[in-house]
């Protein structure tokens, strides 16, 4: 992204963040003049210990000085998370770690590797997708057509995540809370934005998105940070009934940044036998 693009981000989430944050829990009077709710931008800047003026011209995307120990108290102001933390850093120092050799890493879509092609096999019974830094998707197992849908029916250029889950009805229909659904993708999808942030592919998708899918800004704007959601999901299979899930992400190492999205039955729930149903033993 641009810098102007990549300050105006910074100053969106800075917001975000700052509105999250009730001022009792802080340490602040809740008052009966407060027009927006959180802090006030006054307020995070006294508990990061930094001018009002300063913390303001950052919170508004001003082109200032920034220097990483003074991102460290912003960041404890807002109690950040970890992954909130690399992003907002990201954002404001112009950091990447999307270089490989002096450049971009390579833009065309991985492939995964024999080993990788094995894990997916042997991974019959939970539901498993591999997708690179774009969220594209580069492999499945049968279990993830089962479930999903039939990504050998998608063309190439079409596998990805964050379009299928706006543009394909069975993705919308399976999830029974499809906003929850879709906002874990979108927080690894954002944690990925601001670590790539030299790859101006993200600002074209990004407006592309928002352009076709009105419900995707809204989304988008509130998502989170995250670059592994663990989170319990109820689908609502179309044969099967249904199913509950734990979705656990797992970087897979390596210079493609490859993730392994797998969902596991849950436990003494009926989704690993209507599972076996699905695929016929």
């Known amino acids: 992204m641009n810098r102007q693009t990549r ?26 003049r407060r027009r927006t709710p959180g802090l006030r931008r006054e307020e995070v800047a006294q508990l990061a210990g930094v001018s009002p003026t300063w913390y303001t011209w950052l919170e508004q995307g001003r082109d200032i000085q920034v220097s990483s120990s003074v991102l460290d108290c912003v960041a404890a102001a807002l ?14 120092l112009e950091t990447s770690s999307g270089m490989l050799g002096g ?11 024999a080993s990788m092609s094995r894990i997916l096999q042997e991974l019959r019974h939970c539901p498993t997708i591999i997708s690179d830094r774009r969220c594209r998707i580069v492999g ?9 849908i039939n990504f050998d029916d998608i063309p190439a250029e079409e596998r990805n995540l964050i379009l299928l889950l706006f543009t394909r009805k069975e993705f919308r229909r399976l999830a029974v809370n499809w ?11 954002r ?13 074209g998708f990004l407006e592309e998105m928002k352009e076709r899918h009105p419900d995707f800004g809204l989304l988008w704007e509130h998502s989170k940070v995250s670059t592994a959601p663990e989170v319990t ?4 299979h179309s044969k099967a009934g249904k199913m509950l899930f734990e979705l656990t992400s797992l970087q897979a190492q390596g210079s493609a940044d490859l993730r392994c999205s797998i969902y596991t039955p849950v436990e003494g729930s009926s989704t690993e036998a209507k599972l076996k149903q699905l695929l016929g033993g």
């Open 7 to 32: 300050l105006q981000a910074l100053s969106a989430f800075l917001k975000a963040q700052r509105a999250k944050i009730s001022p009792e829990s802080a340490g602040f009077p809740q008052g009966v």
């Open 140 to 148: 499945w197992n049968e279990a993830a057509s089962h479930v999903f």
């Open 191 to 203: 944690a990925y934005y601001g670590q790539y942030v030299e790859d101006e592919w993200y600002e």
């Open 103 to 113: 450049g971009l890493m390579q833009e065309e879509q991985p492939q995964i590797s």
């Open 79 to 92: 109690r950040l998370t970890v992954d909130e933390r690399k992003y907002l850093f990201s954002l404001a």
């Open 233 to 236: 999901i109820e689908f609502r």
């Open 179 to 189: 906003e929850h659904f879709a906002s874990g993708f979108l927080a690894i999808f």
